[in-house]
């Protein structure tokens, strides 16, 4: 039978080495920089646990993620390297202590809390700074962050281990906006150095920053540590922004029904597609559900025996359905969301555009009952 298979109709593959190849080019941007992978949101959806496994085995010495619960969950999946908690400690520093992780303090409170406890156990917590330097989301303000940084050093209780800031416009073209946050950050580090807080790791830039390369570095030559997320999962941040990256997710499902529709017949709810011909609609077993944006109803594309179809019909829960007019598609074939397969590619990016939105989101929304399937 075509397509016959003993997979689950619909999965996302996982391509390990690639996600080893896409930090071997992270590392080589790097130019000997410390690399801190992020693994937050579960690895991008990618499964945090064996893709922080796979940039271990290539080299990798230090991770970051999101939550104290994203770091616990790695440690009790046995992963030992330090742990960069960008959320910050929470509402539970003996978490922190106990997993041995390393919180990103924001404001005073947070040092306070986490060098309290830290006293109660007789350790020494390692810390890093984050220094708002122009996102407005999180960090501390520039006209506090030497003082933080100075507090945080004077500690017996911690280590200030490192300092970094997050760039807001990094993916743009122009780079004038991201200079101007280094530009702070910088007089940030200088004023903290007076008053002898020295961080043994600064770092900025993301993957876009990563990318963007040497004007960053040159702006602020104090970098000694990179912080890439997206890239290696195998997406540029930009269409500008170029570089050797291999893709690691393929979404894909098959087709479990065909049948032929006449001219002027309506397709899936609130009829928002009517055949303009006579055609046949393949039906594909995954829905928004599983990760599929309801705003690629009548304007994504999928990929079947290295042919593109568009999605017609609204997106619903459980299924998409798409026009394959009179191309050779039969039941069980492989239909490709975004990544690779047979015949060819459907960029992540390019899912993402025909949808209204970014890389990132399609590949966290990758629901969690489709199996990942890893390689």
Known sequence: MPGASSDPPTLARVELAAVRANFAEARRRAGGRAVIAVVKADAYGHGAAPVARALVEAGCRQLAVASLEEACALREAGVAQPLLVLGGVGADPELALEYGLTPVLHHRGQLEEL?????????????????????????????????????????????????????????????????EQLRVFREVLAAARAHGAVPAQVHCAHSAGLLAGKPLFEALPEANAVRPGLMLYGVRPAPHLEASLRPVMTLRTRVVQLRSVQPGRAVGYAALWQAPRATRVATLAIGYADGVPLATSNRGQVLIGGRRHPIVGRVSMDYVTVDVGDARVGLGDEAVLFGRGAGGELPVEEAAEAAGTLAYELLVRVGGRVPRVYS
Request: charged share 25%.
């Open 115 to 179: 060098a309290r406890a830290a006293r109660a156990r007789g350790a020494r917590a390692r810390v890093h700074v984050e220094v708002d330097s122009g996102m407005h989301r999180m960090g501390v303000p520039p006209e506090q962050g030497a003082e933080l940084l100075a507090a945080t050093a004077a500690e017996p209780a911690l280590e200030l281990e490192g300092a970094f800031t997050h760039l807001a416009r990094g993916d743009e073209p122009e780079l004038a906006p991201t200079l």
